[in-house]
């Protein structure tokens, strides 16, 4: 599967979550990352590079700043114009039919505030109603959101978790079952090249994958004990 | 009042709709008509020009076709860069606060696939939630939305209907009763100039006049009944 990652935000420099985000992001041969207004600085977008970008890659994401309950300008401009009649939607349009779309986006304001009787009053699902709109316009399949509340607030730990969650965003099947999530943890421990830890923590990677394995072996005997019960 | 209309459209000369609205509009010193294409072809916007204008205004709209379930792009770049923090939101940040925010737009699909079930799965409210938060967060008052929808089938009736509501959008007290639209059309008649129509539209204004009165006057003498009655 293959991620094209498309960035909007006009000072991406300046930014310390999207500079966070940047790092945190998987080197690897299937993960694009497309940074429209370091691409096209004049606001000029090249339509037929788009297409072929779009149709090189399975899963869409939109990575961008929470501006005015959207996106910035720049991606609303990318929207209007590479999401043609015949491409993407309307006939013979069918492109992004099938492939998976997901949004990240960093939210400067707590995440209780978005709900009825909060501060901004609406959910986050309700906010993004247009994105999904257009998922399921283009034959997208809507992934679940992951929104970032007040990086600039964040523990090391919180930290920790989300560059998890950003690999799996970027890498992992959709919607993953505890079952898929094991095995992506254990897929990740076992290629952590140990050369570059100290032994300690070898130890530790070595532990953590016993640990998971057993886990394991005991849901699967709890499970056929709960069959025979029934 | 004074109401600002500000217009986003990448190419209003070629749009019917927009040229029908522009038509339609009322030539009076109380609405400021603003594209922002127009006013600004290199995209660049003049942030303290923008903050006299919205200063000098109780009602905001906004004008668009709608793209992509939102505004085109030049309206959320105005947004990102006009709504400042200390002026639409933020300490000291109530310039917009109590003033009137409304929304225009022009839609290709028909109404009812706007719904769960339909072609395009959301409402048009749920879709507008991004500008109503917007509204919330900058104090102003969101009043009931004028989609137009298929503009390119309308009858000529339906168009003549289409300039009474977008007049009464641009100039009439919002959330009308039936009292405050049947003053508002006796108004437009009595200010209608005799000496531009032909004579029988003179006795069709006069009759028109007439019998709105009418109407009013049996409905105050049955209201007087019921109040009796209880």
Known sequence: MKTLVIISHPDIINSSSQQFLMHACPVEDDVTIH??????????????K????????????????????SSPAMLKQWQDDV?????AMGKNGDVLNGKEFGLIFVVGIREQ??????????SISELMRPFQAMAHKTGMIYMKPLPIYQFGYMTDEEKLDLIIQYHQMLKAEKNLTLLAKEKWVL????????????????????????????????????????????
Chains 1, 2 share one sequence.
Request: aromatic fraction near 12%; avoid cysteine; charge should be negative.
């Open 50 to 69: 788009e297409h072929a970008l779009l149709r090189q890659h399975d899963r869409i994401i939109f990575q961008f700043p929470f501006y005015w309950y």
């Open 187 to 230: 897929d990740q421990l076992r290629k952590t090249d140990k050369n570059t830890l100290q032994p300690k923590d070898v130890h530790i990677v070595d532990h953590a994958i016993e640990r998971i394995e057993e886990n394991r072996e005991t849901m699967d005997e709890l499970k056929i004990v709960l069959d025979e019960m029934y």
């Open 113 to 122: 505030e978005y709900q009825a009787g909060g501060r901004e009053q609406f």
């Open 83 to 87: 999401l043609t009649d015949g491409f």
């Open 35 to 48: 940074h429209l207004e370091g691409t096209y600085p004049d606001g000029k977008i090249d339509i037929a």
